[in-house]
């Protein structure tokens, strides 16, 4: 079974410090991916790495750094948390799908970190 | 941007009865797929379909998808207390991209 861990499921910071959340994932999937989900607004992709050190900003990026040094870690840095960053965030990972096909292949979830921001 | 939107918002049936969900889009997909959130927990993929099947079925899951009308249908027949979650489609963006757009999801409560 694919297993995609994170760092913690609950976390209270104060505003301006620097956040790290960590996403592991065992299964050799080239991409992870970081959302938020909040009430009434889904899930919103903050970046996508499809490589080691490999990444792209997705919808909602600002505010957001991550870094991607080994294959089955995934990590997303709030520079400066933010009450407005308070949030469920939550990692994913996939294996690529055919290249330039139309196979899209499944995303595997971890179990997601609530983020509360003082 | 959001591309699907489920429909409705909300659905509280009855233990045994049939729950069916409804997922619309706007451009053209490659894939449309369904996932599960039970409350304050990641999401599991349930079943995917591809843009030239009309339907798809996994247990008590039945998946359709009309192109022509860019929407899709998720039902679960026979439905139990431990259905009880929220319900999310994704659609991919197009042009081989790796990246899902999911919608804001239907909460379903079975009641036993």
């Known amino acids: 079974d694919v297993k995609v861990t994170q760092s913690s499921r609950y976390l209270v910071k104060r505003t301006g410090e620097k956040v790290f959340l960590e996403c592991v994932q065992d299964?050799?999937?080239?991409?992870m991916f970081w959302y938020r989900q909040d009430p009434g607004l889904g899930l919103r992709l903050i970046y996508f790495?499809?490589?080691?050190?490999?990444?792209e900003k997705g919808d909602i990026p600002e505010g957001y750094s991550v870094s991607r040094e080994k294959k089955e870690r995934f990590s997303l840095i709030l520079e400066s948390a933010s009450t407005n960053q308070t949030s469920m965030y939550l990692c994913?990972?996939?294996?690529?799908?055919?290249?330039?096909?139309?196979?899209?292949?499944?995303?595997?979830f971890g179990p997601g970190t609530r983020l509360l921001v003082l | 941007s959001q591309q699907g939107e489920e429909d409705p918002q909300a659905l509280s049936i009855q233990e045994g009865e049939n729950a069916t969900m409804n997922c619309s889009y706007k451009?053209?997909?490659?894939?449309l797929q369904w996932y599960r959130q039970n409350s304050g927990r990641g999401l599991v993929h349930l079943i995917l379909?591809?843009?030239?099947?009309r339907e798809k079925h996994s247990g008590r899951l039945r998946v359709t998808l009309d192109t022509s009308k860019k929407s899709s249908s998720l039902l679960i027949t026979a439905s139990r207390a431990a259905d009880t979650a929220s319900y999310f489609c994704?659609?991919?963006?197009?042009?081989?991209?790796?990246?899902?757009?999911f919608g804001k999801g239907t909460k379903l409560t079975v009641n036993p």
């Open positions: 994913a990972s996939s294996f690529p799908g055919l290249a330039g096909g139309p196979d899209l292949e499944t995303q595997y």
């Open positions: 299964m050799d999937h080239e991409n």
């Open positions: 790495s499809y490589d080691v050190k490999m990444k």
């Open positions: 451009t053209s997909i490659n894939n």
């Open positions: 379909i591809r843009s030239n099947e």
């Open positions: 994704a659609t991919d963006r197009g042009g081989g991209s790796e990246k899902l757009v």
